[in-house]
């Protein structure tokens, strides 16, 4: 057996037509099994889905308080007033801000934009900032992405005379603050779609004070939607669909120059935005003033956008060593056998822009939230951000502890927060409380939802097509994860550190690649012809003109017991299963020190047998049913055969009946035979071996055919008539023969059948099958 990493639960709807509506379109039963877990049950509604359509999108005008920030704005306008545009500074921040004021400069707008600096000023509005605004002319400020929890900056700010415009989608606390408008997509009378990003809600205050719908901002609105992780559903699907086609086909110098850096070329997915293009305006943020990514995405220079899509770019590359650097020490902070809980660890000197990040490695891979903080001798206070599972609301929680932050704010999975050094201890002790008192043990578990089970002929380059037709994934709208059960025709490792399992499974002429990156260690894990289960991601492997279609693992698991086969080697390195494994089994002696956490056992003393993960077998029994209950005894999960032959009694054949009726006509006719001299004689004649004239004569002498004194035989002139059976070393030579037949002698499968015979009377561990079985 393998055990996944992670809980499989099965998303898999059985009589897919019982909840499809109609036949107006045709899809193939895959396509319409994800589309109907999608909740989408017509033909229109698939047919929106598929295409989604740009007048579907909610009228801007529907915002509470749209129309009055409208005035404000136009009214500025009108009077030369000075508007600043203040933004954030990760890829929505800097896409909203970047949509405001190309909306405001179309308008003629006498504008800037003010981002605040993550280290010196952190999220969101600052008095100090709207203070200084005011000192430079400015009348009205408007936020984007940021400004639902500026209560205070509110009230200055309506102290100094600035009119307050807050454009926000992020989770509205206990008091709003006193702003001359707000527009929130999650506080609006109207049929408002509620999740949408920053720079969603920016976008629709832009399009309501332009007049039209300004397609030419949708690149900008896919960058935010995308990065920022809201839901790709209903406006926000739209609004990426689109915006993603647009950005492919954009004339803005400055995207042209990201996307030359990030490699991407023709179409652009919601991968190049998530991992590629998302990634490099946030690292400007997080090392320093995100003001460089704002001038990129404004300017209509190409040099100069060329120049600083290259800077972003190196930018990024400090950022991944940086986070690299911190994953390595926060990692060594970490005890993994401590109790579940809520991780905290916290250092001097920690580079906070990238703590977020940081958070995110360690939830992934300890499966518990984690909070990543700076410390700040200078103010005695910690500072930075919090990642968490999905059963565990961050936001909500820590909400319940408020009391304990100096600042604090963010989403269920995510959040920001700086609170006094002093309290770090009472945070963990609450925190921790909360999580042990809400989640089961399960909960902490990586969850993967498993969309449908396919077989090695489903997959082909078609469905990988029709898969990419429910794009863009993302929140809501996962990229579908398979399931496919075969039995690898190859396994190998790849990679230049073979960190890489690699895997091709062929059904009736028909084949499917598999690859899990960073799987590699699983590879001594997996026996050969076993039925292997893969989850994953499907698509296609596209190289030298060939395309392959592929499943992409995520997990893999073996349902059934493994045997490993070691026979004949003398030097086996059984450390990786060791490791591997809760419970190890020795029967026999290894002659070497294994180490780890290993049990061992002789076949004279069984009447203790520990159930166990892994049997290592080193001695072959005396007899095939000492070891057939030891196996049932121990119900092992994986068998390794590890026994070694010097002498063997199958190869070293018995001698035939012929043999013993030839060695005793000599005997009668000698009387007395001295071995110690005269065996040299019997060797000559026969060809035989000293061992088998030895074997011979002790099966005589057992029989009563002989006796023996000091190597001297002499014959029983009136024996008993017996029969070879008789003779306890020949019964147990025969038997000998036939354990080292079937245990050493025999192939992988044979023994693998005997084995699987003992196995047959085993009852199977009960278990929770998380997958839905």
């Known amino acids: 057996?393998?055990?996944?990493?992670?809980?499989?639960?099965?998303?898999?709807?059985?009589?897919?037509?019982?909840?499809?509506?109609?036949?107006?379109?045709?899809?193939?039963?895959?396509?319409?099994?994800?589309?109907?877990?999608?909740?989408?049950?017509?033909?229109?509604?698939?047919?929106?889905?598929?295409?989604?359509?740009?007048?579907?999108?909610?009228?801007?005008?529907?915002?509470?308080?749209?129309?009055?920030?409208?005035?404000?704005?136009?009214?500025?306008?009108?009077?030369?007033?000075?508007i600043l545009v203040y933004g954030d500074y990760d890829a929505d921040g800097v896409s909203s801000t970047t949509v405001m004021l190309l909306a405001l400069k179309e308008l003629g707008a006498e504008c800037d934009y003010y981002i605040?600096?993550?280290?010196?000023?952190?999220?969101?509005?600052?008095?100090?900032?709207?203070?200084?605004?005011?000192?430079?002319?400015?009348?009205?400020?408007?936020?984007?992405?940021?400004?639902?929890?500026?209560?205070?900056?509110?009230?200055?700010?309506?102290?100094?005379?600035?009119?307050?415009?807050?454009?926000?989608?992020?989770?509205?606390?206990?008091?709003?603050?006193?702003?001359?408008?707000?527009?929130?997509?999650?506080?609006?009378?109207?049929?408002?779609?509620?999740?949408?990003?920053g720079v969603g809600v920016a976008f629709k205050f832009a399009e309501y004070l332009l007049g039209y719908f300004p397609k030419q901002f949708l690149p900008f609105v896919a960058i935010g939607t995308i990065a920022d992780l809201v839901p790709l559903v209903s406006e926000n699907r739209v609004l990426a669909y689109h915006g993603l086609r647009a950005l492919a086909q954009t004339n803005n110098v400055g995207l042209q120059e990201l996307m030359r850096v990030c490699n991407i070329e023709g179409d652009v997915s919601e991968e190049d935005v998530g991992f590629l293009i998302g990634p490099r305006i946030n690292a400007v943020g997080r090392l320093q003033d995100a003001d460089l990514a704002v001038q990129l995405l404004m300017t209509n220079?190409?040099?100069?956008?060329?120049?600083?899509?290259?800077?972003i770019d190196q930018i990024n590359v400090k950022r991944q060593q940086i986070v690299n650097d911190i994953v390595k020490e926060a990692e060594k902070m970490v005890d993994p056998n401590q109790e579940k809980g809520v991780i905290i660890v916290a250092k001097e000197g920690w580079n906070e822009g990238v703590l977020g990040i940081v958070a995110s490695k360690l939830v992934r891979k300890f499966d518990q939230p984690a909070i990543v903080l700076t410390k700040k001798p200078e103010t005695s206070q910690v500072k930075g951000s919090a990642r968490s599972i999905p059963a565990f609301d961050l936001f909500k929680n820590c909400m319940t502890v408020r009391d304990l932050f100096t600042h604090f704010g963010g989403h269920s999975q995510a959040a920001g927060m700086t609170l006094p050094l002093e309290n770090l201890d009472e945070l963990q002790i609450r925190l921790n409380e909360l999580i042990r008192n809400e989640?089961?043990?399960?909960?902490?578990?990586?969850?993967?939802?498993?969309?449908?089970?396919?077989s090695v002929e489903d997959v082909n380059e078609k469905l990988v097509d029709e898969i990419g037709k429910l794009a863009p994934f993302g929140m809501k709208n996962p990229k579908p994860i398979f399931q496919l059960t075969a039995i690898p025709s190859e396994l190998r490792q790849i990679g230049s550190t073979n960190r890489h399992l690699k895997l091709l499974f062929k059904e009736d002429g028909k084949n499917v690649e598999g690859i899990g990156f960073g799987f590699g260690e699983l590879y001594p894990h997996i026996?050969?012809?076993?039925?292997?289960?893969?989850?994953?991601?499907?698509?296609?492997?596209?190289?030298?003109?060939?395309?392959?279609?592929?499943?992409v693992l995520q997990d893999i698991e073996i349902r059934q017991w493994q045997l490993f086969d070691h026979r004949g080697r003398k030097n086996i390195n059984l450390t990786p299963y060791i490791e591997h494994h809760n419970a190890n089994l020795v029967v026999g002696n290894p002659q070497i020190d294994l180490g780890g956490d290993v049990q061992y056992i002789q076949y004279d003393?069984?009447?203790?047998?520990?159930?166990?993960?892994?049997?290592?077998?080193?001695?072959?029994?005396?007899?095939?049913?000492?070891?057939?209950?030891?196996?049932?005894?121990?119900?092992?999960?994986?068998?390794?055969?590890?026994?070694?032959?010097?002498?063997?009694?199958?190869?070293?054949?018995?001698?035939?009946?012929?043999?013993?009726?030839?060695?005793?006509?000599?005997?009668?006719?000698?009387?007395?035979?001295?071995?110690?001299?005269?065996?040299?004689?019997?060797?000559?004649?026969?060809?035989?071996?000293?061992e088998r004239i030895y074997f011979i004569s002790e099966v005589f002498f057992e029989l009563g055919f002989v006796k023996i004194d000091n190597g001297i035989i002499t014959v029983n002139p009136k024996p008993d008539k017996k029969d070879l059976l008789e003779s306890s070393a020949y019964q147990t030579q025969l038997e000998q023969a036939e354990i080292e037949k079937t245990l050493y002698y025999s192939n992988y499968n044979e023994l693998r059948n005997w084995f699987n015979n003992c196995m047959d009377q085993v009852e199977s561990p009960k278990e929770e099958l998380s997958y839905g079985l």
């Open 1 to 82: 057996m393998l055990q996944s990493k992670t809980k499989w639960r099965s998303k898999e709807i059985t009589n897919v037509e019982d909840h499809w509506m109609d036949d107006s379109i045709t899809l193939s039963p895959i396509i319409k099994e994800l589309l109907v877990q999608r909740g989408i049950k017509t033909g229109e509604e698939a047919r929106q889905f598929l295409s989604p359509d740009i007048s579907t999108l909610h009228n801007a005008a529907d915002f509470d308080s749209i129309e009055v920030a409208a005035d404000r704005v136009r009214v500025a306008i009108d009077q030369h007033e000075k």
């Open 116 to 197: 605040p600096n993550r280290f010196n000023e952190g999220y969101g509005p600052n008095e100090a900032a709207f203070r200084e605004a005011k000192e430079q002319g400015y009348t009205l400020i408007i936020t984007v992405d940021n400004g639902i929890a500026a209560v205070h900056e509110a009230e200055v700010a309506k102290e100094i005379g600035l009119d307050l415009i807050i454009t926000d989608h992020h989770e509205i606390q206990e008091q709003l603050p006193d702003a001359y408008a707000i527009i929130h997509p999650k506080r609006s009378t109207a049929d408002i779609f509620p999740e949408l990003a």
């Open 301 to 311: 220079d190409k040099t100069e956008a060329e120049e600083i899509a290259t800077e």
């Open 439 to 454: 989640l089961a043990e399960e909960d902490f578990k990586q969850l993967l939802e498993i969309s449908s089970e396919v």
């Open 527 to 551: 026996s050969p012809n076993t039925p292997v289960t893969v989850v994953g991601e499907l698509g296609i492997n596209e190289w030298n003109g060939n395309r392959k279609p592929q499943i």
């Open 605 to 690: 003393a069984m009447e203790v047998v520990p159930v166990t993960d892994a049997l290592y077998i080193y001695d072959m029994p005396q007899d095939l049913s000492t070891l057939k209950e030891l196996i049932q005894k121990a119900k092992p999960q994986n068998i390794h055969a590890c026994y070694y032959i010097e002498n063997s009694a199958f190869l070293n054949a018995l001698p035939t009946r012929e043999d013993f009726k030839w060695y005793y006509a000599v005997l009668l006719k000698k009387k007395v035979l001295d071995l110690n001299s005269e065996i040299n004689v019997v060797m000559n004649t026969k060809g035989w071996s000293k």
